[in-house]
């Protein structure tokens, strides 16, 4: 990878992704594609490789984040506040490119959205049981109390 990683890095980014890009989109004006998904329309795309070479270089770069993650998780371990700078949906969305996962087993950001909506939700309820158990231990606290205190004077 060391020796030939740069030579085939040339030759795909300068070769390669044209010629593929050219003939795709030559088909494409031919109708010889079908029409892309609505999500896809107007959005420019890059061929990805699955060679072993390449995925042998995409790797490098998983190995970059994950000491990247370990130094944030250092610095946060004394500010935890530097967890904030790292957006962990868009750092999952890398991996998963860079890896090359299937996008059919992420989901969509409104799936998350609603699933965070929908736990937000129940953990808003959950507190609020929560302080309605505690006022009535203490209004049961109190009622004991006074009662007791009625039994002693009488």
Same mark, same amino acid.
């Given at each position: 990878?060391?020796?030939?990683?740069?030579?085939?890095?040339? *030759?795909?980014?300068? #070769? &390669?992704? /044209?010629?593929?890009? +050219?003939?795709?989109?030559?088909?494409? +004006? %031919?109708?010889?594609?079908? @029409?892309?998904? @609505? #999500?896809?329309?107007?959005?420019?795309?890059? /061929?990805?490789?699955? =060679?072993?070479?390449? $995925? *042998?270089?995409?790797? =490098?770069?998983?190995?970059? !984040?994950? %000491?990247?993650?370990?130094?944030?998780?250092?610095?946060?371990?004394? &500010?935890?506040?530097?967890?904030?700078?790292?957006?962990?949906?868009?750092?999952?969305?890398?991996?998963? +490119? !860079?890896?090359? #996962? =299937? /996008?059919?087993?992420?989901?969509?950001?409104?799936?998350?959205?609603?699933?965070?909506?929908?736990? %937000?939700?129940?953990?808003?309820?959950?507190?609020?049981?929560?302080? *309605?158990?505690?006022?009535?231990? #203490?209004? $049961?606290?109190?009622?004991?109390?006074? $009662?007791? =205190?009625?039994?002693? $004077?009488?």
């Amino acid at each position: 990878m060391v020796l030939l990683g740069p030579v085939v890095g040339r *030759a795909t980014h300068g #070769i &390669l992704d /044209p010629v593929i890009t +050219r003939l795709f989109n030559m088909m494409y +004006r %031919a109708g010889q594609l079908p @029409e892309p998904p @609505e #999500i896809l329309q107007d959005q420019d795309f890059t /061929p990805v490789y699955l =060679s072993p070479l390449a $995925k *042998a270089q995409r790797g =490098s770069e998983i190995g970059d !984040i994950e %000491a990247f993650l370990g130094d944030v998780q250092a610095i946060a371990s004394v &500010l935890p506040q530097a967890l904030d700078k790292i957006d962990e949906d868009k750092t999952i969305d890398v991996l998963a +490119r !860079i890896r090359g #996962i =299937s /996008p059919e087993i992420i989901r969509e950001d409104e799936v998350i959205a609603r699933m965070r909506q929908h736990r %937000a939700e129940q953990d808003q309820m959950i507190a609020q049981l929560q302080m *309605a158990q505690g006022a009535a231990g #203490i209004a $049961k606290d109190g009622a004991a109390a006074e $009662k007791a =205190s009625a039994e002693a $004077k009488a």
